[in-house]
């Protein structure tokens, strides 16, 4: 995932799929404590528009260390 911010260096980090199977194999996730896995990873559901077929809602917090 990227996010680009007028002014800004573009930020790039991963994103997960909530309950995604690549993610057991996954070199980075793995590395990620087990308590703060809820931090990269997003659930996709159905979507209700047709020219979709799943959407996930994922916040992004720029400046900030999130505390567990």
């Known amino acids: 995932m990227a996010v680009w911010v007028p002014g800004r260096r573009v930020f790039v980090t991963q994103l997960y799929v909530c309950d995604g199977a690549r993610n057991a194999d996954d070199f980075l996730f ?21 020219d979709l077929d799943f959407v996930a809602e994922f916040d992004v917090v720029l400046d900030s260390t999130p505390s567990v």
């Open 30 to 50: 793995q590395r990620v404590p087990v308590e703060r896995r809820d931090l990269v990873l997003a659930s996709f559901l159905p979507s209700q528009r047709n």
